[in-house]
C-alpha cells in the first residue's frame, strides 16, 4: 500500500563492511522493482531493478534479492563506503500493464568511519 | 548529460499564490510523473500521464493540476497553495521498456 510514517528507519554500518536494506511490498501482482538512493537535497537516483521472473540480480557492488512467497526485496551492498550514506527506497510498479509505482518507506544508511 | 530537467530548482511563493512547476526530459519517455515529498518521507504519486493521457490519484486535492503540451515538457500548477503545500516536488519519466527515472526536484517553500 503507500507509504506512510515520520521517521525513516536507520541503519548503521560500519565502513567496509556489507549493508542489508530490506523492503516489504504490497501487491504480490506487481511485476518490476526498482532501488533508489537519495542524497540530502537531491532527486532519487536509480541503482538496480529486477523483475518478477527473477529471484537475485547483480550489479557493481550491490545484489538485489526478491522473494515473492513473502513479498520481500533486499539491497546488499558490498564494502560499504562513506558515499553510500544515504536515504533508499523500493519502488514496485503497481500492477502489469500500468505505469504506476509505489514506494516502500524507505532506510536510511549511515556509514561510520 | 541531464535527462530529466526541472525548473526552477528553488521557488518560493506566497500563500495563496499561483506556482508553475515545470519539468522537461530528453529520453523521449512517454510517460511522466509528479510525485511530491515531504521531509523523511517517501515520494508520493500524485499524477501521471500516459502520452496525453492524464491520470490522476484518487488523493490528490483539486489544488493540484498538470499540463503536458508534448512530449517533453510537464507542468505542475498548484493553484493556491497552502503552507501545507511546502515540499519537495520531483518529476519522473518512465516508459514500457525503460525504468522510472528522476528530476533533481523543486524545493517549494510558502510563506
Known amino acids: 500500500g503507500e507509504s506512510v510514517g515520520l521517521h525513516l528507519p536507520t541503519l548503521s554500518v560500519q565502513e567496509g563492511d556489507n549493508s542489508i536494506i530490506n523492503c516489504a511490498y504490497s501487491?504480490?501482482?506487481?511485476?518490476?522493482f526498482i532501488w533508489y538512493k537519495q542524497e540530502s537535497g537531491k532527486g532519487p537516483q536509480f541503482i538496480i531493478d529486477?523483475?518478477?521472473?527473477?529471484d537475485k540480480r547483480q550489479g557493481q557492488r550491490v545484489t538485489v534479492l526478491l522473494n515473492k512467497t513473502v513479498k520481500h526485496l533486499s539491497l546488499q551492498i558490498a564494502a560499504t563506503q562513506p558515499g553510500d550514506s544515504a536515504v533508499y527506497f523500493c519502488?514496485?510498479?503497481?500492477?502489469?500493464?500500468?505505469?504506476?509505482?509505489?514506494f516502500g518507506t524507505g532506510t536510511r544508511l549511515k556509514v561510520l568511519a | 548529460d541531464a535527462m530529466v530537467i526541472q525548473n526552477p530548482r528553488y521557488q518560493v511563493t506566497q500563500f495563496g499564490k499561483p506556482v508553475t512547476l515545470s519539468c522537461s526530459q530528453t529520453?523521449?519517455?512517454?510517460?511522466m510523473y509528479w510525485y511530491q515529498q515531504k521531509s523523511s518521507q517517501a515520494p508520493k504519486l500524485l499524477f501521471h500521464y500516459y502520452d496525453k493521457d492524464f491520470n490522476n490519484e484518487a488523493d490528490t486535492p483539486d489544488n493540484f493540476q498538470s499540463r503536458r503540451p508534448n512530449t517533453s515538457f510537464c507542468f505542475l500548477d498548484i493553484r493556491s497553495p497552502g503552507l501545507g503545500d511546502a515540499a519537495m516536488y520531483l518529476c519522473?519519466?518512465?516508459?514500457?521498456?525503460?525504468?522510472?527515472?528522476f528530476g533533481p526536484g523543486t524545493r517549494l517553500t510558502v510563506l
Open positions: 519502488a514496485e510498479k503497481w500492477t502489469s500493464g500500468t505505469y504506476k509505482y509505489i
Open positions: 519522473a519519466t518512465g516508459s514500457r521498456v525503460d525504468t522510472q527515472y
Open positions: 529520453l523521449n519517455h512517454n510517460v
Open positions: 501487491n504480490s501482482a506487481s511485476d518490476y
Open positions: 529486477i523483475r518478477s521472473n527473477m
